[in-house]
């Protein structure tokens, strides 16, 4: 039986913070900054305030497009990158193999081509 969460985060990059907030609710505003804040989804694991660089990681990730929504029966949103050095990989994983930046920055492996 799959039990899917009915809360998901809300990012401000610019601020580094992020709000919880009900699935299928408009995205929002900063109380900070009053910028449009980021559905991030359920899934998403907030680095602290002062990792600048979990929040660099973050920030690539969510502006290609991903998001940290799970599959079905709590296989999880897949893997994304933690470090500015992982991004960077990635990135030229994309560029050399010419796949989009999206599907490369979720692929663990960067040896080998991911499963399309």
Excluded: N, Q
């Excluded at 990059?13 to 995205?27: A, E, P």
């Excluded at 990681?57 to 079905?72: E, I, K, Q, R």
């Excluded at 897949?78 to 999206?102: D, H, K």
């Amino acid at each position: 039986m799959c039990i899917y969460p009915s809360r998901t985060h809300r990012v401000c990059l610019h601020c580094r913070v992020s709000y919880k907030g009900s699935i299928g609710v408009g995205s929002g505003w900063c109380v900070r900054c009053a910028g449009e804040l980021i559905d991030a989804g359920p899934h998403l694991e907030i680095p602290r305030r002062a990792d600048t660089a979990g929040w660099r990681a973050l920030t690539a990730v969510l502006d290609s497009g991903l998001t940290f929504y799970g599959g079905c029966c709590g296989t999880g949103p897949g893997y994304r990158p933690r470090t500015p050095r992982e991004v960077r990989e990635r990135l030229l994983l994309s560029e050399r193999r010419g796949i989009p930046i999206a599907e490369a920055l979720a692929t663990a492996d960067t040896t080998s081509r991911p499963i399309r």
